[in-house]
C-alpha cells in the first residue's frame, strides 16, 4: 500500500465514522480484563458487577453458575450476573438514567436472535441493538463457549434516559453493566481527521506537493 491511498483510506474511515456517530449508535466489541473472574469490563466509569455494586433494574434476577434451560453464565464468568427472561418469557428489564451518560458497555453472554436492548434517549428517539441491527454481535446462535460472550460498547448519538434489556424467549444474561458520559465516537472521528490533516500537510513539505484531493 502507498503512502497516498494509506492516507485516503484512513480519511474515507474516519468520515464514515462521522457520518455513522452523528445518525445512530455506534458498536464496537472488546474490553479490559476485570480481574475478579468476571470476564470482561468496560474501558471506562463505575461498573455495576451485581457482586457489590448493583444496577436499579426493574425485573430479571440476580444469579450465579447455570441452570438447565434458565441461564448460563457468560463465558469466564464465574462470579453474580443478571438474567432477563429465564423465570418469566418474554421479560424486559428497565434501567433508568440520571445525568448526561451516552455509553452502555456490558458483558453479553450466549448472544442471541431474541435478546435485544433498546435505548431511550433525550431527544425523544429510540436505537435498538441486537443481531439484525448489529452484524458484529453475529452469529447469535447462543453459543456458550468462548465465541458467544463479548464485551459490547454501545455509544448513542444522544444523551440516554433509560434502557430496556429484553428477551423474547430464555434469558438474556449479562455482567459488568457501565454506564457513562464520554466523547461521541463523532468527536474522535474530528480528531482522526485533524491529526490526518497534520500528517498530509507533513507529507506534502517532504515531497508530496503533486499529491491533491479531488
Known amino acids: 500500500m502507498t503512502r497516498r491511498s494509506g492516507l485516503l483510506g484512513l480519511i474515507a474511515g474516519a468520515g ?3 457520518s455513522t456517530g ?4 455506534v458498536v464496537t466489541l472488546g474490553g479490559v ?4 473472574g468476571s470476564g470482561l469490563t468496560s474501558f471506562y466509569g463505575t461498573t455495576y458487577n451485581f457482586d457489590i455494586s448493583f444496577a436499579a433494574l426493574s425485573a430479571g434476577n440476580v444469579v450465579s453458575g447455570s441452570s438447565s434451560g434458565q441461564y448460563a453464565a457468560p463465558n469466564g464468568d464465574s462470579t453474580q450476573y443478571y438474567t432477563v ?3 418469566t418469557t418474554p421479560q424486559t428489564a428497565t434501567l433508568t438514567l440520571a445525568g448526561n451518560s451516552n455509553y ?6 450466549s448472544v442471541d436472535t431474541y435478546n435485544s436492548i433498546t435505548l431511550h434517549l433525550a431527544n425523544g428517539g429510540t436505537e435498538v441493538i441486537n ?3 448489529q452484524p458484529l454481535l453475529n452469529p ?3 453459543n456458550q463457549g468462548p465465541g458467544g460472550t463479548s464485551y459490547v460498547n454501545i455509544y448513542a448519538s444522544d444523551f440516554i434516559t433509560s434502557i430496556d434489556f429484553s428477551s423474547s424467549k430464555e434469558a438474556f444474561e449479562f455482567d459488568n453493566v457501565t454506564v457513562a458520559a464520554v466523547p ?3 468527536t474522535w472521528a474530528m480528531m482522526l481527521l485533524g491529526f490526518l490533516g497534520l500528517g498530509f500537510l507533513g507529507y506534502r513539505k517532504t515531497g508530496g506537493a503533486s499529491f491533491r484531493l479531488a
Open 22 to 25: 452523528a445518525n445512530a449508535a
Open 85 to 87: 427472561g429465564s423465570f
Open 131 to 133: 443481531s439484525s441491527t
Open 16 to 18: 464514515l465514522l462521522l
Open 140 to 142: 447469535a446462535n447462543g
Open 184 to 186: 461521541e465516537p463523532a
Open 33 to 36: 480484563a476485570a480481574g475478579d
Open 104 to 109: 452502555l458497555g456490558l458483558l453479553w453472554g
